[in-house]
T-cell receptor, first 115, second 113 residues
Framework: GAGVSQTPSNKVTEKGKYVELRCDPISGHTALYWYRQSLGQGPEFLIYFQGTGAADDSGLPNDRFFAVRPEGSVSTLKIQRTERGDSAVYLC?????????????FGEGSRLTVL | AQSVSQHNHHVILSEAASLELGCNYSYGGTVNLFWYVQYPGQHLQLLLKYFSGDPLVKGIKGFEAEFIKSKFSFNLRKPSVQWSDTAEYFCAVKRNSGYALNFGKGTSLLVTP
């Protein structure tokens, strides 16, 4: 596709449930990022993939959060045992290479609401 | 702690007024600096960036920013704003040796006709 695609655009779930958020980056972009944006805050870094591997997962808040990118393209962010504090917009971004990072192309985000 | 600070959270201007949004960072070493913009209902997009060279960089839609290394600042400016500049503006910093782009909290700009 022309841009970064994220699904679902909205997800409402109950506390304790498991959630998966999907990101389809721009074709050919090897670098992929997940960010989380809470109300009134800037995007907060979660994890960075270069190809299939997570090169930096230092932003994941705890072990309930996990992300994969098995074929170096689509990525899935997985959240176990969701908590109300996980409610936020989860943003995915991609860039052509690590050296070109900074010019990130963002998706429109997945808004997660945990009741 | 390393951080990116944006001084103004909400700015209201009339059309044709001049704009300056402040951004300071506390990272040591070589950094890359960015301003991103999010128009209502749209995704984040790059406005301008500084990697090296001339510290005054020009971006899209008449925006510019000046990197002042001694002040750890990268302020965004526009001489004359338009109603269509109404948006959320985010300053971001990446350490040259790192991967993550670290964002400030953002400044919400409202331009009134």
């Amino acid at each position: 596709g022309a841009g970064v695609s994220q699904t679902p655009s909205n997800k409402v779930t109950e506390k304790g449930k498991y959630v998966e958020l999907r990101c389809d980056p721009i074709s050919g972009h090897t670098a992929l990022y997940w960010y989380r944006q809470s109300l009134g805050q800037g995007p907060e870094f979660l994890i960075y993939f270069q190809g299939t591997g997570a090169a930096d997962d230092s932003g994941l808040p705890n072990d309930r959060f996990f992300a994969v990118r098995p074929e170096g393209s689509v990525s899935t962010l997985k959240i176990q045992r969701t908590e109300r504090g996980d409610s936020a917009v989860y943003l995915c971004a991609s860039s052509l290479t690590r050296e070109n990072t900074g010019e990130l192309f963002f998706g429109e985000g997945s808004r997660l609401t945990v009741l | 702690a390393q951080s990116v600070s944006q001084h103004n959270h909400h700015v209201i201007l009339s059309e044709a007024a001049s704009l300056e949004l402040g951004c300071n960072y506390s990272y040591g070493g070589t950094v890359n600096l960015f301003w991103y913009v999010q128009y209502p209902g749209q995704h984040l997009q790059l406005l301008l960036k500084y990697f090296s060279g001339d510290p005054l960089v020009k971006g899209i839609k008449g925006f510019e920013a000046e990197f002042i290394k001694s002040k750890f600042s990268f302020n965004l400016r526009k001489p004359s704003v338009q109603w269509s500049d109404t948006a959320e503006y985010f300053c971001a910093v990446k350490r040259n040796s790192g991967y993550a782009l670290n964002f400030g909290k953002g400044t919400s700009l409202l331009v009134t006709p």
